[in-house]
């Protein structure tokens, strides 16, 4: 069992920058291939970016790729998702979840194991 919890989410202008964390529980975190997903109102949850278990290997969705980057430290039991240049189309709950083993499909929320209770980010025009 892998719980999660996020942080970091809040209020900012259009263009300025946000770091979410998402502190993992249990000793096994270097198991786990993590995630970022965001879900605003009225639409479905959709991938942000996803980092591999030894955190060579991440993913972007493309409207965040050169703006967003995600990073973890496994001596922490921590992910991280560095957000700048942010945009109003970028407000939604933030989750980040847990899959055991590899990420083949990063951006397929079905094959996650563990997800947090999420964190809102809200950007200002």
């Known amino acids: 069992q892998v719980q999660l919890v996020e942080s970091g989410g809040g209020l900012v202008q259009a263009g300025g920058s946000l770091r979410l964390s998402c502190a993992a529980s249990?000793?096994?975190?270097?198991?786990?291939?993590m995630g970022w997903f965001r879900q605003a109102p009225g639409k479905e949850r959709e991938f942000v970016a996803g980092i591999s278990k030894n955190g060579v290997s991440t993913y972007y969705k493309d409207s965040v790729k050169g703006r967003f980057t995600i990073s973890r430290d496994n001596a922490k039991n921590t992910v991280y998702l560095q957000m700048n240049s942010l945009e109003p189309e970028d407000t939604a709950v933030y989750y980040c979840?847990?899959?055991?083993?590899?990420?083949?499909?990063?951006?397929?929320?079905?094959?996650?194991?563990?997800w947090g209770q999420g964190t809102q980010v809200t950007v200002s025009s």
């Open positions: 249990g000793r096994t975190f270097s198991s786990y291939a």
């Open positions: 979840a847990a899959k055991a083993g590899s990420l083949l499909l990063p951006s397929d929320r079905f094959k996650y194991d563990y």
